[in-house]
């Protein structure tokens, strides 16, 4: 029977360390961990033990007659081309790893409360006895797992328990809806980890792009964050979505989903009201790519098609140019006309217009320079050393702002314990290799 | 419950393990660390330093056996709270018969946990007085929750370490291969501990909760501390009283600790267990 991990995983790896057969891959370190969104279970060597469910933080590794036959034939897919490592012979497995003690620091700052945030305060709480004060300038845990991963996905939210049981430790100072500079000013932090995400959307940089709607914006509405509200007006029948992540995916699903699943979510009535009003019955899903390029998940995407019921396309190679769905004004009206000849919508650099009322932009995301920091505009990020920020001693970065938007949520577990390494080696020994 | 039960009969159906059969108990130890030198009390100390290679392995050996002895200990323990625990219950359910499939495997690890440490080092180690007296107290009287979750405590604690010593390269191969014979099986056990706990908790009120969550941390507090016991330094020939202080005082092996616990941690505070009392106990043991 065996266990299998479905797409709702965030490779946080807890399973990895659980499993007593060495069944669950790729672990972190190895070739293929924190590009991808999810883990996989070798059903030829699990032993159906149940560890790994146990600790799951989100539900994701389940009892392979609770899975859904898609979820069970993906973790098998995954080995096919390997052959199964034998648990019994335990110099297949990684040698563990120490961090060495020699005194840590007293006080830490953390500034962000999203996933990198917290396992970086988890981690410091664990490998020091330091004081770590958190804050974020919302009033709750959890960043982007709260205010973007989208409002169907409950079960990957769930990981906000285990965050909120962080910010009960007895050496953690939480203060929600404070920022970092009102605390910095009074000085006394032995290091500062920003870990203040890259939530800021990229730009097409195309002519009409102002009247379109963000990711950022979208799936802050979605979730209810607060003061967030949608920019533009939600047209039908057609909307496009230009992305290829698993960001456009999410925003795809909502659009085309109907008031009753709407209701099984956890949004806001208002929310479904305009989704309800809004006339949708089509979504195209624009990539400048073809699909071998494209960034969303196998999993996500088989999501989509199973509860779309065709009503999204998946358009490849098209680059948009302009944009005039929104705009209503006779000279927008007529550069669209002259341009392919009839309506409002999305122009491509073929020509081609895809008619639509509503445009929404989910290429990815970046971060805002932070006060007193070097910034890699390029990049969207602050350059680093394994965490610590070249050229500012006591400074260290964790997550989306350290790495750039790229990975799920566990990812940034693997992501922030480098970090806390980097921050605790420099005030005591090196660290030393198991074996 | 019944589910799970079924589920963990099946997996053991998969897997079971004969240390009997699977250990060659006649070929020689080798001269193999007893556990990752990490994991020794005294490493990160001045007093580690000071110690000769040959004084570093055989120190932890000892303290391995001493470890093992613990868990024997504990093990014991398990195996009342459980058949005491299963006394009156109908013996034609998967609880039932998972609950005596458990008992058997914690008797075999007794048995092999006994030849190994016997194998490893020559004087036997026992936990100190106070730990046995309080511990046949609560096999006697601990029920529901309480029993269960310090099961759960006390398999996780060693199931963390003996996770590193047997990837551990450097470790002797007995102690490696009888150390991956327990993680195995104890992954059940510890599945089922945690469904237990779960739901012995779901009908508990606040001032039992309260009791229980402080009875378990004592019950941790016993068993981490009786896990090296100081006999250990004087049978290897070292400064008992310095020792014991710096031990006590070392940071690198209560991080090592408190890193280990934390998905046990996680999982008190999940259930409601990490009361203030509790917290405070486990603080002071260096789990938090
Ligand atoms: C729309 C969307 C959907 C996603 N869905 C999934 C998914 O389903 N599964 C998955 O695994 N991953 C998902 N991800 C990715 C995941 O959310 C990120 O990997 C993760 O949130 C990045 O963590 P972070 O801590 O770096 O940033 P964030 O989550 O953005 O957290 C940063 C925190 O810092 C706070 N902050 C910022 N500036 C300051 C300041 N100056 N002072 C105080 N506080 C400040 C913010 O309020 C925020 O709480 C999704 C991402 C997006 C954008
Ligand atoms: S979410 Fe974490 S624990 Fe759950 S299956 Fe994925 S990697 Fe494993
Ligand atoms: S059920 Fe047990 S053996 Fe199978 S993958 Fe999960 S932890 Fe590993």
């Given at each position: 029977?065996?266990?299998?991990?479905?797409?709702?995983?965030?490779?946080?790896?807890?399973?990895?360390?659980?499993?007593?057969?060495?069944?669950?891959?790729?672990?972190?370190?190895?070739?293929?961990?924190?590009?991808?969104?999810?883990?996989?279970?070798?059903?030829?060597?699990?032993?159906?033990?149940?560890?790994?469910?146990?600790?799951?933080?989100?539900?994701?590794a389940k009892p392979a007659d609770r899975s859904a036959a898609e979820d069970?034939?993906?973790?098998?897919?995954?080995?096919?081309?390997?052959?199964?490592?034998?648990?019994?012979?335990?110099?297949?497995?990684?040698?563990?790893?120490?961090?060495?003690?020699?005194?840590?620091?007293?006080?830490?700052?953390?500034?962000?409360?999203?996933?990198?945030?917290?396992?970086?305060?988890?981690?410091?709480?664990?490998?020091?006895?330091?004081e770590v004060t958190l804050v974020d300038r919302l009033a709750e845990v959890?960043?982007?797992?709260?205010?973007?991963?989208?409002?169907?996905?409950?079960?990957?939210?769930?990981?906000?328990?285990?965050?909120?049981?962080?910010?009960?430790?007895?050496?953690?100072?939480?203060?929600?809806?404070?920022?970092?500079?009102?605390?910095?000013?009074?000085?006394?932090?032995?290091?500062?980890?920003?870990?203040?995400?890259?939530?800021?959307?990229?730009?097409?940089?195309?002519?009409?792009?102002?009247?379109?709607?963000?990711?950022?914006?979208?799936?802050?509405?979605?979730?209810?964050?607060?003061?967030?509200?949608?920019?533009?007006?939600?047209?039908?029948?057609?909307?496009?979505?230009?992305?290829?992540?698993?960001?456009?995916?999410?925003?795809?699903?909502?659009?085309?989903?109907?008031?009753?699943?709407?209701?099984?979510?956890?949004?806001?009535?208002?929310?479904?009201?305009?989704?309800?009003?809004?006339?949708?019955?089509?979504?195209?899903?624009?990539?400048?790519?073809?699909?071998?390029?494209?960034?969303?998940?196998?999993?996500?995407?088989?999501?989509?098609?199973?509860?779309?019921?065709?009503?999204?396309?998946?358009?490849?190679?098209?680059?948009?140019?302009?944009?005039?769905?929104?705009?209503?004004?006779?000279?927008?009206?007529?550069?669209?006309?002259?341009?392919?000849?009839?309506?409002?919508?999305?122009?491509?650099?073929?020509?081609?217009?895809?008619?639509?009322?509503?445009?929404?932009?989910?290429?990815?995301?970046?971060?805002?320079?932070?006060?007193?920091?070097?910034?890699?505009?390029?990049?969207?990020?602050?350059?680093?050393?394994?965490?610590?920020?070249?050229?500012?001693?006591?400074?260290?970065?964790?997550?989306?702002?350290?790495?750039?938007?790229?990975?799920?949520?566990?990812?940034?577990?693997?992501?922030?314990?480098?970090?806390?390494?980097?921050?605790?080696?420099?005030?005591?020994?090196?660290?030393?290799?198991?074996? | 419950?019944?589910?799970?039960?079924?589920?963990?009969?099946?997996?053991?159906?998969?897997?079971?393990?004969?240390?009997?059969?699977?250990?060659?108990?006649?070929?020689?130890?080798?001269?193999?660390?007893?556990?990752?030198?990490?994991?020794?009390?005294?490493?990160?100390?001045?007093?580690?330093?000071?110690?000769?290679?040959?004084?570093?392995?055989?120190?932890?050996?000892?303290?391995?056996?001493?470890?093992?002895?613990?868990?024997?200990?504990?093990?014991?323990?398990?195996?009342?709270?459980?058949?005491?625990?299963?006394?009156?219950?109908?013996?034609?359910?998967?609880?039932?018969?998972?609950?005596?499939?458990?008992?058997?495997?914690?008797?075999?690890?007794?048995?092999?946990?006994?030849?190994?440490?016997?194998?490893?080092?020559?004087?036997?180690?026992?936990?100190?007085?106070?730990?046995?007296?309080?511990?046949?107290?609560?096999?006697?009287?601990?029920?529901?929750?309480?029993?269960?979750?310090?099961?759960?405590?006390?398999?996780?604690?060693?199931?963390?370490?003996?996770?590193?010593?047997?990837?551990?390269?450097?470790?002797?191969?007995?102690?490696?291969?009888?150390?991956?014979?327990?993680?195995?099986?104890?992954?059940?056990?510890?599945?089922?501990?945690?469904?237990?706990?779960?739901?012995?908790?779901?009908?508990?009120?606040?001032?039992?909760?309260?009791?229980?969550?402080?009875?378990?941390?004592?019950?941790?507090?016993?068993?981490?501390?009786?896990?090296?016991?100081?006999?250990?330094?004087?049978?290897?020939?070292?400064?008992?009283?310095?020792?014991?202080?710096?031990?006590?005082?070392?940071?690198?092996?209560?991080?090592?600790?408190?890193?280990?616990?934390?998905?046990?941690?996680?999982?008190?505070?999940?259930?409601?267990l990490l009361t203030p009392a509790a917290a405070r106990v486990y603080r002071?043991?260096?789990?938090?």
């Open positions: 029977m065996t266990f299998a991990i479905s797409g709702e995983c965030c490779s946080d790896a807890s399973c990895v360390a659980v499993c007593p057969m060495n069944s669950i891959h790729p672990s972190p370190g190895e070739a293929g961990f924190g590009t991808g969104v999810s883990l996989f279970i070798d059903p030829r060597t699990c032993i159906d033990c149940g560890a790994c469910a146990d600790i799951c933080p989100v539900d994701a069970v034939s993906r973790n098998a897919a995954y080995f096919a081309g390997s052959d199964p490592l034998a648990a019994m012979d335990l110099d297949t497995w990684e040698p563990p790893e120490y961090q060495v003690w020699g005194g840590g620091p007293r006080r830490v700052l953390v500034v962000g409360a999203g996933p990198a945030g917290m396992y970086a305060t988890r981690e410091l709480l664990l490998r020091t006895d330091a959890g960043g982007l797992v709260r205010f973007g991963v989208a409002p169907d996905h409950p079960q990957t939210k769930q990981i906000i328990d285990t965050f909120e049981r962080i910010t009960r430790h007895p050496r953690a100072r939480w203060r929600p809806g404070t920022t970092a500079e009102e605390l910095l000013g009074r000085g006394g932090f032995d290091a500062v980890v920003h870990a203040v995400g890259a939530r800021r959307s990229r730009r097409l940089g195309i002519v009409g792009e102002d009247s379109a709607c963000t990711a950022e914006d979208f799936v802050a509405w979605c979730n209810g964050r607060p003061g967030a509200v949608l920019p533009v007006e939600l047209n039908g029948p057609r909307v496009v979505v230009v992305g290829n992540g698993n960001v456009a995916l999410d925003v795809a699903r909502l659009l085309v989903s109907d008031d009753e699943r709407l209701r099984s979510m956890d949004v806001a009535a208002g929310v479904r009201r305009v989704l309800g009003a809004s006339g949708i019955r089509e979504v195209v899903l624009l990539g400048r790519r073809g699909p071998e390029d494209a960034a969303y998940t196998e999993s996500a995407l088989q999501e989509l098609q199973a509860m779309s019921g065709g009503r999204v396309t998946l358009k490849y190679h098209a680059t948009p140019v302009a944009w005039t769905g929104a705009d209503r004004t006779p000279s927008a009206d007529r550069a669209a006309s002259g341009a392919s000849g009839a309506g409002r919508g999305l122009l491509l650099d073929g020509g081609e217009l895809i008619s639509a009322g509503t445009l929404v932009t989910a290429i990815g995301f970046e971060g805002d320079p932070i006060d007193g920091l070097p910034f890699d505009s390029a990049r969207g990020t602050v350059p680093n050393v394994r965490g610590a920020v070249v050229g500012r001693p006591g400074h260290y970065v964790a997550g989306w702002i350290k790495r750039g938007a790229r990975g799920g949520i566990g990812v940034n577990k693997a992501c922030a314990q480098e970090t806390v390494q980097t921050l605790v080696s420099s005030s005591r020994g090196a660290v030393s290799p198991g074996s | 419950m019944d589910e799970t039960a079924q589920r963990l009969l099946g997996s053991a159906d998969r897997l079971s393990r004969d240390p009997e059969t699977e250990i060659d108990w006649d070929a020689p130890v080798g001269d193999g660390y007893g556990l990752s030198p990490e994991w020794s009390t005294l490493y990160g100390t001045s007093y580690w330093d000071e110690l000769s290679v040959d004084q570093r392995r055989e120190l932890t050996r000892h303290e391995s056996a001493s470890v093992a002895t613990t868990g024997i200990w504990f093990e014991m323990i398990l195996q009342q709270l459980i058949l005491r625990d299963i006394y009156d219950k109908p013996p034609r359910t998967a609880e039932f018969q998972w609950a005596l499939t458990e008992i058997a495997d914690e008797c075999r690890h007794s048995i092999m946990f006994a030849r190994a440490t016997a194998k490893l080092v020559e004087p036997a180690y026992r936990p100190r007085l106070l730990a046995r007296e309080l511990g046949r107290m609560f096999k006697t009287v601990a029920t529901g929750e309480s029993a269960y979750a310090a099961i759960l405590v006390a398999e996780e604690v060693l199931d963390v370490m003996q996770r590193d010593w047997m990837r551990d390269r450097r470790v002797a191969p007995l102690v490696r291969t009888v150390n991956h014979i327990h993680v195995v099986e104890e992954s059940r056990h510890m599945v089922f501990a945690r469904e237990e706990t779960r739901e012995r908790l779901a009908s508990a009120g606040r001032g039992r909760r309260w009791v229980s969550a402080l009875v378990i941390a004592i019950a941790a507090d016993m068993i981490v501390s009786s896990m090296v016991s100081p006999q250990v330094y004087a049978n290897v020939g070292l400064d008992v009283d310095r020792a014991v202080r710096e031990a006590r005082r070392n940071e690198h092996h209560r991080s090592l600790l408190r890193t280990s616990c934390a998905n046990l941690m996680d999982f008190l505070g999940s259930v409601g002071r043991t260096g789990l938090l």
